[in-house]
Antibody, heavy 119, light 110 residues
């Protein structure tokens, strides 16, 4: 059974960084194209970035360029999303979402990690 | 950036009725269009991919159509569990492959 297990909720102060993890089970990370999507309270879904298997690079939404870093540890099949210079508007649930390398859509999602930014 | 506009923002219907949700792209996305359902406190669930293909385990009452810039999600006869928020999503046709979501349509019980 394929699962994405995310790390627990975080509370951070403005200006700090947060690193959210997403562990894959039932697949290896190298078989998947991992993406990150966030959802502010009461708002819609927002794609932050993800792995592009066509060129082997991670692509970031322009809005988050320079502030987000997505990495993978293939030895533990764990993906990470680090967001820096946090502000209150970054308070949101952060989801990892994925699908097989040869497919573009997200047929598997983690349960989400709530990140609260508050002084 | 390709913008997806969903309409209506809220749709009020009764169980058994037919629901028609629209998603319009600011430029052609070919058939790189997916639909997701999200219930409160849950992660989104993939319903439709490539504009018209049902994902594994999705009931036949859900169908998708369209190509280019205009897409539709139809639920033929609403069940109580279908009341939720629905999002469309696109991937750009050419690299770098960027993704965007529509703002969502809330399907509520009338």
């Amino acid at each position: 059974q394929v699962q994405l297990v995310q790390s627990g909720a975080e509370v951070k102060k403005p200006g700090a960084s947060v690193k959210v993890s997403c562990k894959v089970s039932g697949y290896t990370l190298t078989e998947l194209s991992m993406h990150w999507v966030r959802q502010a309270p009461g708002k819609g879904l927002e794609w932050m970035g993800g792995f592009d298997p066509e060129d082997g690079e991670t692509i970031y939404a322009q809005k988050f360029q320079g502030r987000v870093t997505m990495t993978e540890d293939t030895s533990t099949d764990t993906a990470y999303m680090e967001l820096s210079s946090l502000r209150s508007e970054d308070t949101a649930v952060y989801y990892c979402a994925t699908g097989p390398l040869d497919l573009w859509y997200f047929d598997l999602w983690g349960r989400g990690t709530l990140v609260t930014v508050s002084s | 950036e390709i913008v997806l506009t969903q309409s209506p923002a809220t749709l009020s219907l009764s169980p058994g009725e037919r629901a028609t949700l629209s998603c319009r792209a600011s430029q052609s996305v070919s058939s790189y269009l997916a639909w997701y359902q999200q219930k409160p406190g849950q992660a989104p669930r993939l319903l439709i991919y490539d504009a018209s293909n049902r994902a594994t385990g999705i009931p036949a009452r859900f169908s998708g159509s369209g190509s280019g810039t205009d897409f539709t999600l139809t639920i033929s006869s609403l069940e109580p569990e279908d009341f939720a928020v629905y999002y469309c999503q696109q991937r750009s046709n050419w690299p770098p492959f960027m993704y965007t979501f529509g703002q969502g349509t809330k399907l509520e019980i009338k």
